[in-house]
């Protein structure tokens, strides 16, 4: 059976774009996400064209395989290992900018496109697309609509969800699915883009992207602000917004990052800093100035032991780099990182985050947080060895205490990562049974023979 499939997947994509051996597949039994399960596929598939995309689900189909669509398998959810077996469909050769339409400001896209690559394009006509995961460098754009990347900029540009205004979809069923396009306004029936955002790769594969853009800022101002606490920095956060102030960027660490952070990239953050803001406004370039003297202004009213202001684009580029290199610092300290991503209404933001560090005392794990404070999206990351089954069970005590306490701030479970494998089983506690009979029935519309991306968002598999 496993011969003739290769050999079938073979003649749609060509010999060369079906990888089978076991050091491929072994390379794409996991993704980015710490756990603890793997699972190889039978082959990984590299098609160029939406024709070569239909096909193989058409295949799927007909013989009922499993299809587990990836792109740069960054995902921090499981959401590409294939638990069921089946085939990989890999995106990233068809890594085209269609069209960036000056006129109408949009992009269009195919999936595999780095996010950076896009960025870096459309900024030399003078244009933008804000979504900023800290993975641009690697992360693919169709990735990113699957998952509904956030980032960065999320307080003042949203997420990819505000960006995505059109997209070519092949369904489980081989057929065709074009939604939206490049008009601004669309009201034709059901929002079909949208609910295609943030998918997961369980409704259909994305083969073009169409993407609203933005004139570019004209300038940029950064600022890194360092506190001998964290209430300092949380107080600084909702003075900023009570003033009325969108910055661009509103991000945040804790004591235990900045150490990490120091320890990794040696760029002099102060050694009693407990808490650290990256703030960054932009506009025009007078609205620029006043903000960024405004917010360093606000900030120097709650006690912080130092500031920096950036005053050259590689300065900034310096002063992000805390921020940028937060996970990866951390990951250095135990073999096991568990990167959490919840999210709460900014004004609860000092309420979580002490909650959080009472849940790791009481379960003596090492935790260190880092997020997106301007949006109240944290990422508590528990450091721990997979390898020691009680530490195991206290993390996974922990982490249960994490949502209870998120939800009950009136928070999300998810802000960006999605729900993949790692938060199938917790999906009910905050969508209620009306909510997932709803989310069933739409992918059992979308896929009844659940081809695509089996096992995820759903709990018909917990690891
Ligand atoms: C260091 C690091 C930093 C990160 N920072 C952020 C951050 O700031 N914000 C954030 O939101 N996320 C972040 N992430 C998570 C991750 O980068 C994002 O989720 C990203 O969108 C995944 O893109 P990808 O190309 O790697 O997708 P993959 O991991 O390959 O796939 C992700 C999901 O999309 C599906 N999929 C992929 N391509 C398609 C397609 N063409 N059609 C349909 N489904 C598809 C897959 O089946 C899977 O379910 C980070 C990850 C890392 C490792």
């Known amino acids: ?49 939406t024709e070569e995309v239909v096909n193989l689900l058409r295949l799927a189909k007909a013989s009922g395989i499993k299809v587990v669509p990836r792109g740069a398998g960054t995902n ?34 195919e999936p595999g496109v780095i996010t950076s690559t896009l960025q870096s394009a459309v900024e030399q006509v003078g244009l933008f697309y804000p979504p900023d995961p800290a993975s641009a460098n690697v992360s693919t754009l169709g990735g990113n609509v699957a998952e509904c ?62 993407l609203r853009l933005l004139p570019l800022p004209e300038t940029k101002r950064t ?61 025009s370039s007078w609205d620029t100035e006043w903000e960024a003297k405004k917010v360093a202004e606000i900030c120097s009213r709650h006690q912080p ?52 560090n009472q849940i790791a005392k009481t379960h003596n ?9 301007g949006d109240g999206n944290l990422h508590p990351t528990f450091l721990t060895d997979g390898r020691d089954e009680e530490e195991m069970k206290r993390v996974e005590a922990a982490i249960t205490e994490v949502f209870e306490v998120t939800l009950k701030l009136g928070g999300t479970i998810s802000g960006e990562h999605g729900i993949g494998l790692t938060k199938a089983r917790f999906l009910p506690s905050q969508v209620k049974p009306s909510g997932l009979k709803v989310m069933k029935a739409i992918k059992e519309g979308f896929d009844p023979q659940n081809i695509l991306n089996p096992g995820k968002i759903f709990t018909e598999y917990s690891p």
């Open 1 to 49: 059976m496993k011969q003739n499939l290769l050999k079938e997947l073979q003649l749609i994509v060509g010999k060369e774009n079906v990888l089978s051996s076991r050091e491929d597949l072994v390379c794409y039994s996991y993704d980015a996400a710490p756990l603890l399960v793997h699972s190889l596929p039978y082959g990984v598939v590299l098609p160029s064209s």
């Open 76 to 109: 921090l959810s499981g959401g590409t290992i294939p638990i069921k077996g089946g085939i990989i469909i890999q995106l990233t050769r068809m890594s085209h900018i269609l069209e960036i339409d000056s006129d109408n400001l949009t992009a269009t896209v």
């Open 149 to 210: 990347a956030g980032g960065l900029r999320g307080l003042k540009y949203g997420t990819t969800k505000d960006y995505v205004i059109g997209l070519e979809t092949v369904l489980p069923s081989g057929e065709v699915m074009v939604t939206g396009g490049k008009t601004i306004k669309n009201r034709a029936g059901y929002d079909l883009t949208k609910l295609m955002v943030g998918s997961e790769g369980t409704l259909g594969i994305f083969t073009k992207i169409t």
């Open 223 to 283: 600022l890194l602000i360092m506190y001998p606490n964290f209430q300092y920095a949380a107080e600084s956060v909702s003075d900023i917004i009570a003033h009325r102030i969108l910055p661009a960027t509103l991000e945040f660490l804790d004591g235990v990052t900045i150490n990490c952070v120091e320890a990794y990239t040696h760029i002099g953050l102060p050694q009693n800093a407990q808490a650290i803001l990256l703030i960054e406004v932009d506009g």
């Open 305 to 356: 032991l130092e500031a920096k202001l950036a005053l050259t684009p590689s300065e900034s580029t310096s002063l992000t780099l805390a921020r940028r290199s937060a996970l990866a610092s951390l990951a250095r300290v135990r073999p096991t990182t568990i990167l959490e991503d919840v999210t709460v209404p900014p004004s609860k933001l000092m309420e979580i985050m002490s909650k959080i």
């Open 365 to 373: 794990i090492q935790v260190g947080i880092f997020g997106h404070a």
